[in-house]
């Protein structure tokens, strides 16, 4: 990976950091490292990537994953909460599944795009349930990337790099 598609945060510890945030609802944790690796989008600054699953040992999975690559990964349990998150911590990408209770994936997905604040923020659906109807109507629900499910953190990752690669390309030509 190139130093130039790096991490996201202004810390220079080399110890984790918890970076809690102040809403008791999240109930999320990540951990910051700045060790060089992971996809640096700035100086010191590590892409922020948000989880959305409601089951906990995937969430929890990509978490892990993401954080030891040296992202600052969130985490969220329903899409209701995720779209909140986004417009206040503004990741770099979103990881969403597609189906969980109450608001689906591809709702809250027209939900984000909606928005002003975070309709330039790439989302990424997964999905045990692929159908290809699924996949155009997320995709005309304004969705970057239709995964299934299982994904390897590491293809996941990949596509993550991808979008974080392309929104940057957008922002400098602009």
Same mark, same amino acid.
């Given at each position: 990976m190139s130093e130039s598609a790096a991490p996201l945060r202004d810390d220079a510890s080399s110890e984790p950091r918890d *970076?809690? /945030?102040?809403?008791?609802?999240?109930? #999320? =944790? /990540?951990? %910051?490292? +700045?060790? $060089?690796?992971?996809?640096?989008l700035g100086a010191r600054r590590f892409a922020r990537v948000l989880i959305v699953d409601d089951n906990p040992d995937a969430r929890e999975m990509y978490a892990l994953?993401?954080?030891?690559? $040296?992202? +600052? !990964? %969130? *985490? !969220? +349990?329903?899409a209701e909460i995720a779209v909140e998150m986004a417009a206040q911590l503004q990741p770099d990408v979103i990881v969403m599944d #597609?189906?969980?209770?109450?608001? =689906?994936?591809?709702?809250? *997905? &027209?939900?984000?795009?909606?928005?002003?604040?975070?309709?330039?923020?790439? %989302?990424? #659906?997964?999905?045990? &349930?692929?159908?290809?109807?699924i996949q155009e109507g997320a995709l005309e629900r304004g969705v970057d990337a239709f995964l299934t499910k299982p994904c390897l953190p590491e293809d996941l990752e990949h596509h993550v790099v991808r979008l974080i690669e392309a929104r940057r390309g957008r922002r400098d030509a602009d």
């Open positions: *970076t809690s /945030s102040g809403d008791p609802r999240w109930g #999320l =944790s /990540s951990f %910051v490292w +700045d060790r $060089g690796v992971g996809p640096r994953f993401f954080r030891t690559k $040296g992202y +600052d !990964a %969130v *985490t !969220a +349990d329903d #597609l189906a969980m209770p109450g608001m =689906s994936g591809i709702s809250a *997905t &027209h939900q984000l795009k909606c928005d002003p604040r975070t309709r330039k923020i790439p %989302v990424i #659906l997964l999905t045990g &349930h692929y159908a290809r109807a």
